[in-house]
């Protein structure tokens, strides 16, 4: 089983990456009201994911008397990789066509409609016949992997009628909707959040009066000097060159600050 999913693992990567692709693509070009380009991509990218499962299967059949061993020399484990593997192949015809459409849907933002094909497919169709097929029917190791090739084709038939029925300039329309909604909240969070400044330069408006004192602190500690020579009793500014913390002299220890807070006393 490690063998098949190590498989799998690898294989999976060239339609998911597919999928990211298209993904961004279909999501551009709808937001740039361009529908035709829009369908035109999802299309193109389905024709290259049946490629891809083409591949995959024609890949994992020619290799089941030899991929196995590059993991073990038990003459069990590869007998049963030998079986398993071109019913992988055949579940990369269904499973790379499925991921690149979710890759569609993630763009015509309708990710929950790929996410319940996945979840109806593989868990109301695979895993009913995978247990029938592999434990009720008596095929065994073989079984569980037919169960899987039924999740990967029920899957790819619900993904393709959801793409055939999709409607490209509902989903400009939709795109235009969500982009100007998103537009609308970013701008009134800013608006909250920012406020705007009166003509003395304070902050008026949702966090106007905090935004203000933390200006005023920021403003105060902004300088060397002024931290150095903060003082309740004295607000006289003294000058970096003078300053007791700086230049150690005789008469530090009568300073004001140094009076006040002995701590700072320079040793």
């Known amino acids: 089983m490690g063998i098949l999913i190590q498989t799998t693992a690898l294989v999976y990567v060239f339609p998911y990456s597919l999928s990211l692709g298209v993904s961004t693509r279909v999501g551009n070009e709808l937001g740039a009201n361009r529908p035709a380009k829009a369908r035109t991509a999802a299309i193109v990218s389905l024709l290259c994911a049946v490629l891809l499962g083409l591949t995959a299967m024609v890949f994992t059949t020619s290799v089941r008397h030899r991929w196995g061993r590059l993991f073990t020399d038990d003459a069990e484990i590869l007998e049963l990789t030998a079986v398993a593997l071109p019913i992988a192949g055949l579940c990369e015809l269904g499973n790379c066509p499925q991921t690149t459409g979710c890759g569609v849907l993630r763009g015509s933002a309708r990710p929950s409609t790929g996410a319940n094909i996945n979840l109806a497919s593989f868990y109301v169709v695979g895993m009913p016949v995978a247990v029938l097929l592999g434990f009720v029917a008596g095929f065994g190791f073989p079984g569980l992997w037919l169960g899987l090739l039924a999740a990967q084709a029920s899957c790819a038939a619900c993904m393709a009628l959801a793409l055939a029925k999709t409607d490209w300039l509902l989903e400009v329309e939709r795109?235009?909707?969500?982009?100007?909604?998103?537009?609308?909240?970013?701008?009134?969070?800013?608006?909250?959040?920012?406020?705007?400044?009166?003509?003395?330069?304070?902050?008026?408006?949702?966090?106007?009066?905090?935004?203000?004192?933390?200006?005023?602190?920021?403003?105060?500690?902004?300088?060397?000097?002024e931290i150095l020579c903060i003082n309740v009793d004295?607000?006289?500014?003294?000058?970096?060159?003078?300053?007791?913390?700086?230049?150690?002299?005789?008469?530090?220890?009568?300073?004001?600050?140094?009076?006040?807070?002995?701590?700072?006393?320079?040793?």
Do not use: M, W
């Open 175 to 225: 795109a235009r909707l969500l982009t100007i909604s998103s537009s609308s909240s970013n701008s009134t969070a800013t608006t909250i959040t920012a406020g705007f400044n009166d003509n003395n330069g304070n902050k008026v408006g949702g966090n106007g009066e905090t935004e203000t004192r933390v200006g005023e602190v920021v403003k105060n500690v902004g300088c060397l000097e």
């Open 234 to 267: 004295d607000e006289k500014k003294l000058s970096l060159e003078t300053h007791p913390l700086l230049i150690p002299h005789s008469n530090t220890t009568n300073t004001p600050l140094l009076r006040d807070y002995p701590q700072l006393r320079l040793v």
